[in-house]
Nanobody, 124 residues
Framework: QVQLVESGGGLVQAGDSLRLSCAASGRTFSSLAMGWFRQAPGKEREFVAA????????YYADSVKGRFTISRDNAKNTVYLQMNSLKPEDTAVYAC?????????????????WGQGTQVTVSS
């Protein structure tokens, strides 16, 4: 079993930056691919970004490409989401997730482990 705990959410203004963190425990962290998802009120959950176990491969949703950066520190069992140039439409609950990874594409994968999420609110 893997436990995931997000932190770093908050209220910011449009154009600001924010960095989310997700601390993992319970399994060898480097064996997991990790991702970030978000869900806005009244909308379905949306994929944001993913990163392989080594951190060498990343994948982004078109809506955040060029503004958000996913990274990880396997020594700290933590994955990050650096969010720059935030827009009001980025407002959502952001959750991290993970799955056992043995290679291949990060696109369209099923995630086994989920955190509770952290609220990000971007005011205009």
């Amino acid at each position: 079993q893997v436990q995931l705990v997000e932190s770093g959410g908050g209220l910011v203004q449009a154009g600001d930056s924010l960095r989310l963190s997700c601390a993992a425990s319970g399994r060898t962290f480097s064996s997991l691919a990790m991702g970030w998802f978000r869900q806005a009120p009244g909308k379905e959950r949306e994929f944001v970004a993913a990163i392989s176990g080594t951190g060498l491969t990343t994948y982004y949703a078109d809506s955040v490409k060029g503004r958000f950066t996913i990274s990880r520190d396997n020594a700290k069992n933590t994955v990050y989401l650096q969010m720059n140039s935030l827009k009001p439409e980025d407002t959502a609950v952001y959750a991290c997730a993970g799955f056992p990874y043995s290679g291949g594409s990060l696109r369209g994968r099923e995630y086994d482990y989920w955190g509770q999420g952290t609220q990000v609110t971007v005011s205009s």
